[in-house]
């Protein structure tokens, strides 16, 4: 027997459009490979919904692949132990598979597997992951090759593969013997290459049509955008199977009339599958960014100082804020899993100004309520809604008139803070100004059924504004925010270093949304 070519799959869980595996499938032998790996599991930033929708995920992959002739191996424990024991038994020459763009802990794990592969002669081919560059240290030319990744044709789907033979145990009773508990763990979505197409096809049919409109409020969000990010996160689609897919679209639906509407949506829905690997780019350019502030100036910003930031937290963190809209979209968030951009980043932006949370804290909790974990996006958009990036504008979020906006009827709210559903619509986005014989009319007390406000949002920002303005008067920002701009920079747009010599606090741009 000739020793087999493992493909190790990661966050690819598919056959479709997969390098590693359509090159490996003509050398020979393969031993598909998912490494369940519990240190992992054990991160603060993992949770019992993420494993659970992998869990699909998986499931779904060992069916493609037996329905190929090879079951996946699915293999619980540390990586390079892992190996070894495989190693031991197959003598295996050649490990293939993407490259990854995760947290410091998975950074630190392909370093171990690429040092064990050195020391026992096995060569590891890692291939490019959609439109993330390694060792790019900048951004010039980024966005052209990304389009052109795009319009290249996929990679072939094996026909049939000639495999090892069965696992020791076959998946769903490796799976069953392993689980992540914690409070974090039903989810709305179901992970599974099945599910990840159902999604995709009802949102380039129907749902896209109101994707524009729909996609600010997290109500009309659920429906419209198109949640396939979860599937994105652990790869069940590939990002350039969906942005053909889409274009395919557009191209049909320019045949028709009166779509302008639907195109344009696709069109927005497009770009933000650029800014997905943008945004990972950052990370796999400059991995500290999950620890550090990118721009170094900002370091020590919101550390220290003796404001009851713990207290602050947990009431952010149990959806009791006393701000009805932002506790809904707490508390959906915490039920669901999911939540739309625009109130994932006016969350940051009220637990980073208002609150004066650290990113690192905040961003720890919610990766955690995310079923769509991303590394990448996820620590990069932290830090831009957190104003450490340093070329971004740095953008307060109005908690009532967020809710004014996305929620004027105030149904949002009443679905996801049962205490408020009888509070009339003219009080519903400050139900503190309800005059005491009302409070008692409806049986609605404040302070006592749902809690005080825990500030005025109007002072807690100007405290905000001006601790930022006092720090920035002290340091001397430009020469970073170049150096970030350089690097990480989207040349799409002209974006330009904040805190020129002119005028330092209106650069920074405080939009009060
Ligand atoms: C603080 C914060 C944290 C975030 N953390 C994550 C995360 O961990 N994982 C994650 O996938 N997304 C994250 N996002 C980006 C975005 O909110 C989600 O991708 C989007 O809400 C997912 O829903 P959807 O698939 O319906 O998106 P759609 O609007 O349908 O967009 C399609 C796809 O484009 C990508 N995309 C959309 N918006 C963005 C964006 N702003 N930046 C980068 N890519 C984008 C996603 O892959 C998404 O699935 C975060 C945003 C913020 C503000």
Redesign the pocket.
Known sequence: MTPPIVVWFKRDLRIVDHEPLSRAVGEGQLLPLYIVEPDYWARDYTSGRQWSFLKDSLISLDRELTALGQPLWILIGNAEEVFDHLHQKFQFCKIVSHQETGPGWTYERDLNVERWSRDHGVVWDEYRQHGVVRGLRERKDWSLQWDQLMCLPQFATPKKILGIGSPPKPASDVLQSFSVTDEISLSSQEGGRGNALLLLDS?LDDRCEA?RSG?SSPST?EVV?????????VGSLS?RE?WQRTLDHRRNLKEETGRGIALRSLK??QS?????????QKLESEPRLEFEELHRGFIGLRQGGSDPVEERFERFRSGTLGWPFVDACLRYLAATG?????M??M??SIASYHLWVDWRK??IQ??RW?T???????????Q??SGTTGINANRMYSPIKQSEDQDPYGIFVKRWIPELKTVPLEWIHQPWRMPLSVQKKIGCRIGLDYPEPIGDPVQLAREARSRLKSWIDLHDMKPEAQRVLRAHGSRLRQARPRYGRKAPLSQMALDLE
Do not use: K, P
Request: a positive charge; proline letters at 0%.
């Open positions: 949102f994707y996609m969000g955008c198109s949640r396939i990010s979860t599937h994105l996160s990002v969906v927005s829905f933000r599958l650029h800014w997905h690997c943008h945004f990972i999911w939540l739309n951009f625009r994932r980043a969350l940051v905040t961003g919610m990766a995310f769509d974990f991303e590394a990448g996006i996820h620590w990069s958009q932290i831009m809604q």
